[in-house]
């Protein structure tokens, strides 16, 4: 194990809101972890906790903590201090968005919760009157949220509104898991008009209609839906490069996390039509 305090006599509380925050790891990758835990007598990694007062509140390692209670295995802990709950709920999305595992879903989820709870902190606090007037009020703040947590995330500002406005659909329709897992797989548009649906302060059976929709729009397969593979037939060979330069775009709007991986995956397609002249 490195760093962090051996475990110690202190309990560790289990938040399930923080633990909802937890992108879910598939059977596979927990038997996977369990394996690696075992193998190597506990857990590398430290958990970390919230320590306030004398309360240590878990906010990563929920799987790495399930596991090692169980088998009795070791762990360590690195407790972390926080000015609130909406402070730590940030960091914990903020650390599992610097993870490479993450699905498009769960991308979407964490960087559309961390835009909409700094969105709703910014335009919570009193603005200067004239300089609202001059940067348009509280969409300077909006612009401002998103333009800072793409500089930080390394995507398009568009990219998180977008992300905003999906996870804002996801919670009004009570189905982030759902939708974050894979279970539920539904376009930004689709998530929003179901939402949108829904009166002021509806009831569970209207919930329930307006999460039917999204299920069965899901369901349907676009008209002309083929494997973007097959899209490169519409290119000649003259259009190879507008070809390349779709594609290159499309995955960095949907991994901007792996623009490494897809600069090696080019050289690499470079050298070999170098080797083959």
């Not at 309360?55 to 790495?64: A, E, F, K, Q, S």
């Not at 009157?129 to 398009?156: I, V, W």
């Not at 009831?203 to 397969?221: L, N, R, Y």
Request: proline content about 4%.
């Amino acid at each position: 194990m490195e760093g962090g305090e051996l475990k110690t006599a202190r309990a560790i509380t289990i938040d399930h809101i923080f633990e909802g925050y937890i992108p879910a790891l598939s059977a596979e990758e927990r038997q996977q972890l369990e394996d690696n835990l075992v193998q190597h007598g506990g857990a590398r990694d430290p958990l970390v906790v919230w320590r306030d007062g004398s309360t240590d509140t878990l906010i990563d390692g929920h799987n790495r903590y399930e596991i090692c209670t169980r088998l009795g295995l070791k762990y360590a802990v690195v407790p972390m201090e926080f000015a609130s709950r909406v402070e730590a709920a940030d960091w914990i999305d903020r650390n599992q968005l610097g993870r490479r595992n993450l699905s498009k879903q769960d991308y979407k989820m964490l960087l559309g919760r961390r835009y909409n709870r700094a969105k709703f902190a910014d335009n919570s606090r009193p603005a200067n009157d004239n300089a609202a007037k001059d940067r348009g009020g509280q969409n300077d703040h909006r612009d401002k949220t998103a333009e800072k947590l793409a500089k930080e995330h390394g995507c398009g500002e568009k990219t998180v509104r977008r992300a905003g406005e999906f996870q804002a659909a996801a919670e009004t329709l009570g189905i982030e898991k759902e939708i974050a897992s894979g279970a539920i797989k539904a376009t930004t548009a689709t998530l929003k008009k179901a939402a949108k649906s829904l009166p002021d302060q509806p009831t569970q059976e209207e919930i329930e209609q307006a999460v039917s929709e999204v299920k069965k729009a899901a369901a349907k397969k676009p008209k002309g839906t083929r494997k973007a593979s097959s899209k490169f037939g519409q290119y000649p060979p003259t259009k190879c490069l507008e070809a390349v330069e779709f594609y290159a775009t499309e995955f960095l709007q949907r991994c901007p996390k792996r623009v490494q991986e897809m600069k090696t995956v080019l050289v690499r397609l470079i050298a070999s039509c170098d080797a083959t002249k």
